[in-house]
């Protein structure tokens, strides 16, 4: 039984970083690149940090039902592609998702089995310092994100982990902790290990 895990929290916090890190550290897990329309930042790459779309194919993808889940943010917008996230599933290859608070909602009602991780960070002064110290957008786009930052921290409670990046090592360690833990919950290793448990079960 694979597993969609979703990873949310405002710009700043290091979500895609986290994500980076991790996938190396585990097996059979695999992170959904997005589309979007939004710019290309310096050093990424398409089709490996995003599907970089234009709007009119964007909006085509919707009409033909394409995203399992699409949302607009800053302006720009952004949508999972239901085909890979199904094609990986099927496959039993975990995914992450790395989605707004409004995809979360989508994804969950489409999916039984998710595991939603929402990433806060230290303080609103630190998260100001990194969306500074990564030069990635101009000031009144900044004091847009951290405006909006406090209104998406708002929905922490609708997901089943909270953790904080402050150390990002740490981080690192509690984000594989927490999808080590669900993949040794009882409903998966039931199901996993079915044969070895009807073996110890059976008369001697």
Known sequence: MSTLFIICGPSGTGKTSLVSALIPQLKNIEPSVSHTTRPHRSGETDDVNYHFVTLEIFQKMIKENDFLEHAEVFDNHYGTSKSFVLEKLSK???????????GAQQIKKLFKNTVSIFIL???LTSLSHRLHQRKQDHEKVIKKRLSEAQNEIQHYDEFDYLLVNDSFDQAVSDLRAIITAHRLSLPLQKEKQINLIR??????
Request: net charge negative; aromatic share 4%; charged share 15%.
């Open 199 to 204: 073996n110890l079960l059976a008369n001697p």
């Open 121 to 123: 960070p230290p303080s």
């Open 92 to 102: 039993n290859v975990d995914i992450i998702l790395e989605i707004d608070w409004q």
